[in-house]
């Protein structure tokens, strides 16, 4: 019996397209100013030395951590300390109004649903957990972040390891068999199982024009909407 559902964003909820050409060029765009502006701020300046770090950089300009983070959004990679610093700029953006969040039509309704029966649920992505607040603050449906009981991100765990997704069962205080994870990543739904959670791959035609069938699928159920999916 399912009572807690935890979906990712890009594929699922939101169209991969609007990650990809809406947030992630805005972040690029605006990461030297904004390292320029808030790069001595210590919740900015933590991320920025993080990135040295890593690039055997220490002694090296902002200017060459900029450059190497917005070479990182060009190869989409899942860093921490990128997800921050585009969390940040991202959160300026719909501040002002450049961006809202679009949603399927079929994810509001469900979501609303899935509440109002008694299922507790929760977001899993990549981007950071401010970034995915900022998100569902700021959908085209308005606010709908009360609908969430939590928010996790990559510091819990890849989104390709099981025990990610047993530490998110643990924090939601459920039993893994007890909690379906809802994904468009075949190999994140493989982990989710591995923990014991059930799952249910999102094969939207909008961002896979070919459906994923039979071998290609590994055994998970199967929806194009979140209209087709009973927890």
Do not use: N
């Not at 990809?20 to 100013?33: G, Q, T």
């Not at 899935?114 to 977001?123: C, D, E």
């Amino acid at each position: 019996m399912t009572t807690a559902i935890l979906t990712d964003i890009e594929g699922t909820t939101s169209s991969i397209s609007f990650v990809r050409e809406v947030l992630f060029p805005y972040a690029r765009d605006r990461l030297p100013e904004f390292i320029r502006a808030h790069g001595r701020t210590p919740e900015v300046r933590r991320w920025l030395d993080a990135v040295a770090i890593e690039i055997a950089a220490g002694a090296c300009d902002d200017g060459v951590i900029a450059e190497t983070m917005q070479g990182w959004i060009d190869q989409d990679r899942k860093h921490t300390a990128l997800k921050a610093l585009q969390g940040m700029i991202w959160e300026a953006g719909y501040r002002e109004g450049d961006f809202t969040a679009p949603l399927y039509p079929d994810v509001l309704p469900a979501l609303q649903a899935w509440h109002a029966a008694g299922h507790r649920l929760a977001v899993y992505s990549s981007g950071s957990v401010p970034a995915q607040k900022l998100l569902f603050s700021h959908t085209e449906a308005g606010d709908l972040t009360p609908l969430f009981s939590g928010f996790f991100d990559t510091e819990i765990g890849g989104k390709r390891e099981a025990a990610s997704y047993r530490a998110i069962a643990d924090r939601l205080g459920q039993a893994p068999e007890t909690v379906l994870f809802l994904s468009d990543v075949v190999e994140e739904l493989d982990a989710a199982r591995a923990a014991g959670l059930r799952t249910t791959l999102l094969d939207r035609a909008q961002d896979y024009p070919q459906p994923r069938l039979g071998e290609a699928i590994h055994g998970h159920p199967r929806a194009e909407s979140f209209a087709q999916i009973a927890p």
